[in-house]
């Protein structure tokens, strides 16, 4: 099946039909002063106009930037090209699916300038997995705690319903706890479609400008906020330089496939399975829901499911005492 996906880009997908000038302008080729010129326009977009954290992210230990969506947006607003769209999708069976978006960029003429290729699958780790919790039985909320005289109760304080179980209550205890497949995978599938349309754009925009010396997509769909505020490292130090001539006619080749974003280092890594069968027993043994774990660690949801911050959440349920409530 194949859908026409339009991410929240802001930005009117280009309809080449609508767009065709009634005189097709010809295919120019770029000097080699065009170039420079382009270049430099996209430096000083960068020291003017993007903003690490928001349209790049820098991750420590790597040489370039992660262009991020609003990033590839605010260049191709400034170079008016306009994405389309196509995405595939690809049913796995019973659930899981594989998205795979072609994004192909278009001058205000109509006339073709390149493509990305990005794709994103529910079988991916952030959506495949769920931290499940306990759930109470007589009001429906997550306030299902452990005692610390034995059995469970339903915590008042965060608005449960104050039921109390003994040891042992299958109702609780037969709970599944910790990272559990996500039972809900239609929940993401519209999330994991813009995610594949994120990554065509952000490759399509690096492809046409030939900002690849610059800018790398690994990571480019990173949560912004844990982008934000690592370290500021030789984003904008790079010197102008004339990389391969951009020739409009070279555009027009197929743009290269573009492998799925790799995360590069622990940052994004996912947790592995021996951190999450650690996790659900330490969870077990302090009687404690993950999302309050999570919370207590002062870590995120979404960086307590990489390998760095299962390990800090891990180093943080150690400290805890048994059967806490
Ligand atoms: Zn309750």
Known sequence: MTENATPET??????????QASTPAPIMEMTVDDVVKQLAKIDDLVKRVMV?????????????????????????????????????????????RDYRTTCTLWNPMGQFM????????????KYRWRMAELTCPACGKTTVRKSRDGGWYCWAKLGGCAATWPDGAAEI???????????????????????????????????????????TQDM???????????????????????????DATAKAEPAQAVRPAQPVNGNGEPATDAQV????RELARVGMEASDAIQGAGLSGEYAHTKKGASELIGWLLKQPGGAS
């Open 52 to 96: 690490d954290g928001v349209h790049y992210g820098t991750i420590p230990g790597t040489k370039k930037p992660t262009l991020l969506q609003p990033g590839a947006q605010t260049l191709n607003l400034a170079f008016r090209l306009l994405p389309r769209f196509e995405t595939q999708v690809v049913e796995l069976g019973n659930g899981p």
């Open 277 to 280: 069968g650690k996790i659900d």
């Open 173 to 215: 205890e037969k709970q599944e706890r910790g990272m559990v497949e996500n039972p809900d995978i239609a929940d993401v599938w519209n999330t994991c479609k813009k995610m594949s349309c994120k990554r065509a754009l952000v490759a399509a925009t690096i492809n046409v400008l030939a900002v690849s010396d610059k800018f």
């Open 220 to 246: 480019e769909d990173m949560d912004p906020a844990a982008v934000a505020g690592t370290a500021k490292t030789e984003v904008k130090a790079e010197p102008v330089k004339a990389g391969p001539v951009v």
């Open 114 to 125: 390149g493509s990305g290729e990005g794709s994103c699958s529910t079988m991916e780790k």
């Open 10 to 19: 802001g930005m009117v997908p280009a309809s080449p039909q609508n767009l």
